[in-house]
C-alpha cells in the first residue's frame, strides 16, 4: 500500500509539472539583466578592493587596503561608530513609537485616528531636502546644539512611518477573534497587548527594526542638514573623502559592510519566515 501511495504521489506530480506554464525566455533575460544591474557595481567594487593600487587598472592582488583600514584610518571608524550608535539607537526609539502607534490605530477607535493614520506618512511622502531643511529649522528655533543628538532625533523622525507601515500590515493579518476569545477569557488590556498582540506583531516589529537601521545607515540629506561638530557619520566622511579622491580603502570598508550584512540579514530573514508560519 505505501509502494501505491508513493507511485500516486509521482504521477501527481508529473501531472501538475506537464500544466504549471513555463517561463519565457524574455521574463528570464529581464530578471538576470536586473540582477546584473543592481549586483554588478557591488562584485566591481570588492574585486577592486583587493586591487594592489589606486587606479582603476588592475595592479595585482593585495591586502594592502585590508590593512589600511584596519590600521590606519581612525577617522573613518569614528564616523563609522557614530553610524553606528545612531543607527540602532534611532532603530530603537522609532520601532517602539511606531509599534504602539500602529497597535493604538489597529486596535481602538478615536476621533481623529485616520488624520493621525494619514499625517504618519508625510515624512516618507516629502522629499529629503524638505525634511531636512525643516528639522534644521526647528532645531534653531528651539536652540538645539547640533551634533549627534540632533542626527539621533532626526533619523528617529523619518523612521517612524516605515515602522509604523510594516507593523500595520502586519497586524491588518491576524486574526481578530483571538483578541475576543481572550477578553471572553477574561483576559485585560495589558494581558491581551503583551501575550497576544506583541507576539503576533513580533515578525513586523522585527523587520520594521532592520529596517529602520539600513534607513540610517544610508541617509546623507537629512543627516547633512542635522549634523553638527562631533557628529559626522559614515557617509557624510565618505562624501568628505569624495572631493579629493576616493581612496580605495573606502572599497574595502563597502566589501566589509556587504560582508556583514549578508551575514546578518540571510540568517534573519530565514527566522522571520519560520516565525512567521507559527
Do not use: C
Not at 509599534?99 to 489597529?106: D, E, H, R
Request: proline share 5%.
Amino acid at each position: 500500500m505505501l509502494w501505491r501511495a508513493r507511485r500516486m504521489l509521482r504521477k501527481g506530480g508529473t501531472a501538475a509539472r506537464k500544466f504549471m506554464p513555463a517561463r519565457s525566455s524574455l521574463s528570464n533575460a529581464i530578471y538576470w539583466a536586473v540582477i546584473g544591474f543592481l549586483f554588478l557595481p557591488l562584485f566591481v567594487l570588492v574585486f577592486y578592493s583587493f586591487n594592489a593600487g589606486r587606479q582603476t587598472t588592475w595592479q595585482g592582488f593585495s591586502f594592502v587596503w585590508y590593512q589600511k583600514l584596519v590600521m590606519e584610518s581612525p577617522e573613518l571608524w569614528h564616523a563609522f561608530s557614530n553610524s553606528i550608535i545612531i543607527a540602532f539607537g534611532s532603530a530603537l526609539m522609532s520601532t517602539a513609537i511606531g509599534s504602539l502607534a500602529a497597535v493604538g490605530t489597529a486596535r481602538y477607535s478615536f476621533k481623529l485616528k485616520n488624520f493621525v493614520s494619514t499625517m504618519s506618512f508625510i515624512p516618507m511622502i516629502l522629499p529629503e531636502i524638505v525634511v531636512g531643511v525643516s528639522l534644521l529649522i526647528f532645531f534653531a528655533g528651539v536652540g538645539l546644539r547640533l551634533g549627534l543628538l540632533t542626527v539621533w532625533i532626526a533619523h528617529t523622525t523619518f523612521n517612524l512611518p516605515f515602522v509604523y507601515l510594516l507593523v500595520s500590515a502586519r497586524l491588518d493579518e491576524a486574526d481578530p477573534s483571538i483578541v475576543e476569545a481572550a477578553r471572553d477569557l477574561g483576559a485585560n488590556e495589558m494581558q491581551i497587548l503583551f501575550r497576544i498582540i506583541l507576539p503576533m506583531a513580533l515578525p513586523g516589529i522585527l523587520s520594521a527594526f532592520l529596517t529602520a537601521i539600513t534607513l540610517s545607515l544610508e541617509d546623507f540629506v537629512i543627516t547633512f542638514f542635522v549634523t553638527g561638530p562631533g557628529g559626522t557619520t559614515l557617509p557624510l566622511y565618505i562624501y568628505s573623502m569624495i572631493r579629493f579622491g576616493v581612496s580605495p580603502v573606502i572599497n574595502a570598508l563597502s566589501a566589509v559592510m556587504v560582508a556583514g550584512t549578508v551575514l546578518l540579514v540571510y540568517p534573519m530573514r530565514n527566522f522571520l519566515k519560520v516565525f512567521a508560519a507559527r
